[in-house]
């Protein structure tokens, strides 16, 4: 006979003072289990005596119990299986319907369900458009090109032979080596003055912001938002409770002098500098400057999403906007996710030392550490070379794709669609004409398999003019000419 899967058995619960007998009280259990559902017909269920170990009672009342659920006919043996849920128990019997668990429930009213009010402020509408992987997808690199051999090798390296700081818990900081390489990193190709004891590694930029709000905000303290903006940031800026102040960017990037006319006690400005989401501008000097000098004289904070100025064309990647502070008022975000892939969930920020161990602490809360494994892989394919390798390749790709798409816009959507933004980036966004609602052709064009992120959805509030976020970085050139003509015929 095939041998039956063992299960895991639900929390037992028994009372030592209550007046039923023990091993009564041990088969009412088990009918109870099996009835609802939580225990499944064929399961393996412990032997008497490793059951009566777990439960710390004496072996007696569990044979007694068994017993008389074998009499029963709850219990019955497999020989090789041991003891297991008899097969005939109907499976209609095991769970309670969501019918009849409603109309329990109302036969007995309970306490409000309630939950925070700030979840209001996380939840979004349906999002039809991110379900697809294919043309204009936002985010998404060039998985297919992405050197899974060599980093397999890295994985299996440290796989095969694991070291034991590998597999027991690690600092919330992150793993030094990889702090260490980061630093390096960010040193050489992005101007940050940092060292790796600044560095703190997250579960990608999402939890950097997160970390951020949480470690920078109170209740109902202001911060500066691009207008439009990422609304990942804005998701984690309501974790807080935060008061969010929308700023309008112009060419220049975020407008330094109307965020001051709006709310100059800001206790935070959110920016990403080098290309900004979702409009693609860059932060002029002069805007940085300014920016800069604000937050000093108001001991303000800045945090600087920069989470794609890899990807430039028009020349090398634009220095930081840390790099320029020098008055320790910048936070530096980062992560992996854009330019290697996603479900690497490895990010970064650089945190002033005087806030190192407040932001090592938050990080702490949320899930301790990222995975080691994962990190020293990171680590080895940092120093070896790859990543830069990879980087190169990517930034070549990327600029034929983009310019694919631009040629396909000029070509097939001229009238319909004024392209912003500079040559940087993983995504371009595009206007409408007036008229157009954006949303609802987003969810036209994820019918046809095209993913077209709305613009509308990045603004504070509604703006005059719709327009569509295209990615093309994780799209073959013969996918975007497609999906050009897909989004045409949409329009």
Known sequence: MKRLPKGFLPPVTLDAAHAAPMYDQLSEWFRRAILDGRLRPGQRVPS??????????????????????????????????????????????????????????????????????????????????????????????????????????????????????????????????????????????????????????????????????????????????????????????????????????????????????????????????????????????????????????????????????????????????????????????????????PALRVGYIVVPKDLVTGFAAVRDAFDTFSSTLYQAALTDFIREGQFARHIRRMRAMYLERRVALLEGIAQHLDDKLEVVGTNAGMQLAALLPSGIDDVALSIKTAKLGISTRPLSICYAKPPKRGGVILGYSGASVAEIRDGVRKLRSCL
């Not at 299986?81 to 009213?109: F, M, N, W």
């Not at 903006?229 to 969010?244: C, E, K, L, N």
């Not at 409009?279 to 002069?286: K, R």
């Open 48 to 341: 008497t005596r490793s059951l009566a170990k777990e439960l710390n009672i004496s072996r007696v009342p569990v044979l007694s119990a068994y017993e008389q659920l074998y009499a029963e006919g709850y219990l019955q043996t497999f020989v090789g299986a041991g003891t297991c849920v008899a097969r005939s128990i109907p499976v209609e019997t095991k769970p309670v319907k969501p019918a009849q668990r409603e109309s329990q429930r109302s036969l007995a009213p309970s306490a409000p369900r309630r939950i925070a009010q700030r979840v209001a402020g996380l939840r979004a509408p349906p999002q039809t458009w991110a379900d697809n992987n294919g043309a204009f997808r936002v985010g998404l690199p060039a998985i297919d090109h992405f050197p899974t051999a060599a980093w397999s090798k890295l994985i299996h390296r440290h796989v095969r032979q694991p070291k034991l700081e590998h597999m027991i818990y690690g600092s919330p900081m992150g793993y030094l080596p990889l702090r260490e390489a980061i630093a390096e990193y960010l040193g050489t190709v992005r101007a940050v003055r940092c060292d790796a004891t600044q560095i703190i590694i997250t579960t990608g930029s999402q939890q950097g912001l997160q970390v951020c709000a949480h470690a920078l905000l109170e209740a109902k303290d202001r911060v500066w938002m691009e207008d439009p903006g990422y609304p990942g940031a804005r998701q984690a800026f309501h974790t807080v409770d935060a008061s969010i102040v929308p700023v309008p960017v112009d060419e220049e990037g975020l407008n330094v002098d109307e965020a001051v006319r709006l709310e100059r006690h800001a206790r935070v400005a959110y920016i990403s500098p080098s290309h900004q989401f979702p409009l693609g501008v860059t932060m002029s000097a002069a805007r940085r400057m300014q920016l800069l000098s604000w937050a000093s004289r108001a001991g303000a904070w800045i945090i600087e999403d920069d989470y794609d100025s890899e990807f430039r064309f028009g020349g090398r990647p634009l220095a930081s906007l840390q790099g320029m502070d020098t008055d320790d008022r910048v936070i530096y975000v980062g992560t992996f996710s854009k330019v290697m892939f």
